[in-house]
């Protein structure tokens, strides 16, 4: 059993930063692949960026350049560093596990979720 405890959302002004982290216990982290969803109010949940044992990171079009997802392993804590917000950034984000290691955009793959925490983004 992996349990993930999210922390580090907020309000912003467009164009400021804030960095997620996602605490695992339970296991490793780095046995699994983990990833960053967000869900808007009336929307569904989507990908935003996701990490593979080895580093290997995959981003939305929307987030890429803007977002960087990295990992502790000595912490178990996945962090992700959002810059240059946008209105379009608010949303509740949450952390997720893949204990097959994949890593994919897909939600479906994800075993594990945290209980998600607040992003809000002030134009």
């Known amino acids: 059993q992996v349990q993930l405890v999210e922390s580090g959302g907020g309000l912003v002004q467009a164009g400021g930063s804030l960095r997620l982290a996602c605490a695992a216990s339970g296991r490793t982290f780095s046995d699994y692949a983990m990833a960053w969803f967000r869900q808007a109010p009336g929307k569904e949940r989507e990908f935003v960026a996701a990490?593979?044992?080895?580093?290997?990171?995959s981003y939305a079009e929307s987030v890429k350049g803007r977002f960087t997802i990295s990992g502790d392993n000595a912490k178990n804590t996945v962090y992700l560093q959002m810059n240059s917000l946008k209105p379009e950034d608010t949303a509740v984000y949450y952390c997720?596990?893949?204990?097959?290691?994949?890593?994919?955009?897909?939600?479906?793959?994800?075993?594990?979720w945290g209980q998600g925490t607040q992003v809000t983004v002030s134009a």
């Open positions: 990490i593979k044992w080895g580093g290997l990171t």
């Open positions: 997720a596990a893949d204990s097959a290691g994949w890593g994919t955009f897909s939600s479906g793959q994800y075993d594990y």
